[in-house]
């Protein structure tokens, strides 16, 4: 018996098949053992529970609609916009405003 969550991809709603009762808790270990090393070494890489998003294009409040799964935390691949092309500085701009960089 197959229990079924919708996800938002792009705007369309696709239904994922899973088992009763299935959560997303992944250590960081595993967050990047099995899922961010694997997303660096194959851009084509796909994590079924983890959604990819361009954090200078969507709005902190937008984000609940684009996870994959979960309701208290959400997992995301975004790629590191630069600043300027051949700084270190990151772009947090977004149309409505910017990320605040904090825990420095």
């Not at 997303?24 to 983890?50: C, M, N, Q, W």
């Not at 700084?87 to 910017?98: F, P, Q, S, V």
Request: with cysteine; aromatic share 16%.
């Amino acid at each position: 018996m197959e229990c079924g969550e919708y996800l938002f991809d792009g705007g369309e709603e696709q239904h994922m098949d899973l088992p009763p009762g299935f959560r997303f808790y992944p250590t960081d270990e595993e967050l990047i053992t099995h899922y961010l090393s694997k997303k660096v070494a194959d851009g084509h890489f796909v994590a079924r529970a983890i959604g990819e998003v361009d954090l200078n294009k969507v709005e902190p409040w937008d984000l609940p609609w684009r996870a994959k799964m979960g309701e208290k935390e959400w997992y995301f691949f975004s790629v590191r916009d630069r600043k300027y092309p051949t700084g270190l500085r990151t772009n947090r701009a977004t149309d409505a405003g910017y990320w605040k960089a904090t825990g420095k």
